[in-house]
């Protein structure tokens, strides 16, 4: 079966440092990534998806990018984190085919001060 | 344009009653429709999809939905609320070409003892 991986499940920066979220995904190849970000626990925003090695989309101009180095690899990055990075972060994998179900893994709580 | 609403904010419901949380959709082709549940501090977890056939979908826990095309809904319902329900649902509509799901607001709900 599948199943996807988030670390670390909270997190706390200070305003201007750097940061690196990890997603991994197992028990499936060449699926579709996604990154979200969830503000005070209600709406989701996409931030990025994937479809493959190296093809990243982004969706909203941000402080943040996303890479892809390996199939079921998929991290969320900044380089100098602001106030507003703050909030709920969301990994998911879908099967590359359309309308199939995305799975969500656990989260990641960032904070930043 | 594709979009999904959720007209409540929250719905409050008494443990026991049969619940329905609101979704509408609005897409040119076929509407392929999903729901998730979040509970506090977790990732969505998937519940149904409509892609096509029977208009009343069966999912976990006990949920499902109805699709209704002339009203472009896809309500979300359970004959009998608990307590362990109270979670915030999303519905979600397949974008098409685009890769992605786009996902409503959000609405929270609340089941009293």
């Known amino acids: 079966s599948q199943t996807i991986h988030q670390w670390p499940a909270t997190l706390v920066q200070p305003v201007g440092s750097p940061l690196s979220l990890e997603c991994t995904v197992e028990?499936?190849?060449?699926?579709?990534l996604y990154w979200y970000r969830q503000a005070a626990g209600r709406g989701l925003q996409l931030l990025f998806y994937?479809?493959?090695?190296?093809?990243i989309s982004s969706e909203v101009p941000q402080n943040l990018s996303a890479s892809r180095p390996q199939d079921r690899q998929f991290i969320l990055s900044s380089k100098k984190l602001l106030l507003s990075d703050s909030g709920f972060y969301l990994c998911?994998?879908?099967?590359?085919?359309?309308?199939?179900?995305?799975?969500f893994g656990p989260g990641t709580r960032l904070t930043v001060l | 344009a594709q979009s999904v609403a959720q007209p409540e904010d929250q719905v409050n419901v008494a443990e026991g009653n049969p619940l329905t949380v609101k979704c509408t959709y609005s897409?040119?082709?076929?509407?392929?429709l999903f729901w998730y549940v979040q509970y506090p501090n977790r990732g969505l977890q998937f519940l149904l999809k409509?892609?096509?056939?029977?208009?009343l979908v069966k999912g976990s826990y006990g949920f499902e939905a109805e699709f209704n095309k002339s009203q472009t809904s896809f309500h979300l319902k359970k004959p009998s609320a608990l307590v362990s329900d109270s979670a915030l649902y999303f519905c979600?509509?397949?974008?098409?070409?685009?890769?992605?799901?786009?996902f409503g607001a959000g609405t929270r709900l609340a089941v009293h003892p």
């Open positions: 998911a994998w879908m099967a590359a085919r359309s309308y199939n179900e995305q799975f």
């Open positions: 028990g499936t190849s060449n699926p579709n």
């Open positions: 994937s479809v493959g090695i190296g093809q």
């Open positions: 897409v040119s082709g076929n509407p392929y």
């Open positions: 409509y892609i096509t056939g029977d208009n």
């Open positions: 979600a509509l397949w974008s098409g070409g685009y890769n992605k799901l786009i």
